[in-house]
């Protein structure tokens, strides 16, 4: 019990809205598994461990534009 006396309320709110919340992504946006098994996917762990270059190399031959101005952790 705090020090004045009162007791204190207990969350709890958060779990209801959570639930109320409409999902932010269609079925467009999911990738299917065979998609992810393609020559055009890179793991986080390979990501790791190559420089900034070779990041910038690999993002050029896999077409996306403006990596130059992403930061390494984009």
């Not at 996306?64 to 984009?74: F, G, L, M, P, T």
């Amino acid at each position: 019990m705090p020090s004045n006396g009162r007791k204190r309320k207990r969350g709890g709110g958060h779990k209801k809205d959570f639930r109320e919340r409409a999902a932010t992504f269609t079925s467009e946006d999911i990738i299917s598994k065979s998609d992810l098994e393609g020559d055009d996917v890179l793991s986080l762990p390979d990501l790791r461990t190559k420089n900034i270059t070779e990041i910038q190399a690999t993002a050029e031959e896999m077409g996306i534009e403006n990596i130059s101005r992403a930061r390494r952790q984009d």
